[in-house]
């Protein structure tokens, strides 16, 4: 008799995404990519594009490169060599309008454990100079991230799943066309992944997502395409 395969104990939506059109606008790029320190390449000549739609996944072990490409892609971090580019723009040499449309989160995002939720995103509002409609903005957020019960609860006091949404409400804040999310269901319980998940697929229906994970179950639950990265190399690309 054969083995029944292994099942994930997170429940998802076995339902494939729908498929993307191959020469749909280049959103995320990254062109013959490294980035160096010394003799070390923690990224080594790796190429991709991700096109307007699509929600990759971003795959491999701890220590394979996968959060210094998402920093390179996102201008944190500049390459030793190569291009990144977002939206057509070259972050690098325009960062500024390349970053105008990108919704980044890292796996530790920048909270504040003093503030609630609904202060944070008004600092993070008048931060990104949303004003005449922030209360529009605001309200978008709290419903895409399920933030009502928490608005005026001190951020220190929620849990991780709670803070990951509050942080994925800062990162939509300002409308971005494209997100790049860095481990966004790491130490989080079974329940908080699956609401997690069910959020990415939710914001794919209108956004361009590149995630990343050493999982392969969050792959099957929420890309409809992969890259599998190992030892700074892009070693596939594919669904």
Known sequence: MTEAAPQSNVPFDDDPPPPRRSDAEPMIEAIDLCKHYG???????VSFTIRKGEVVAFLGPNGAGK???????????????????????DVTKDRVKAVEKLGYLPENGPLYPDMTPRKLLKFFGEARGIHARFRSQLERVIDECDLEELLDKPIGTCSKGQRQRVGMAQVLLHEPEVLILDEPTTGLDPNQIRQVRELVKKLGQTRTILLSTHLFQEVEAMADRVLVVSDGRLAFDGT
């Open 39 to 45: 003799s070390f390449a923690a990224v080594d000549d």
């Open 67 to 89: 959060s210094t490409t998402m920093k390179v892609l996102t201008g944190y971090l500049a390459p030793t060599k190569g291009q990144a580019r977002l939206r057509g723009f």
